[in-house]
């Protein structure tokens, strides 16, 4: 979630906008692996206030955000996100 957050907030300081609030929430799902565990699923819950953003270029930033975060890439899970604007 703070990856997520992170890159998020960096290609909206990218596009000229100042976020006022970004909480992200995640729940990951593990699941056995040899003698241990392995992440197989992250669901990422975002809530954002962002002034003069619009629903269309929160979505864009919000799915750049998740294929670009590094954690992301590395995880080799399935991430789904819930993204809005309050």
Excluded: Y
């Amino acid at each position: 979630a703070g990856c997520f957050t992170m890159a998020l907030a960096f290609g909206m300081q990218l596009a000229g906008l100042n976020p006022t609030e970004l909480e992200t929430e995640a729940a990951v799902t593990l699941e056995p692996e040899g003698q241990g565990f392995r992440i197989s699923k992250s669901a990422l819950t975002l809530r954002a206030k962002v002034p003069n953003l619009d629903e269309a270029k929160f979505a864009e930033l919000a799915k750049g955000a998740e294929k670009n975060c590094p954690v992301s890439k590395v995880l080799n899970a399935e991430i789904t996100l819930d993204a809005k604007l309050v």
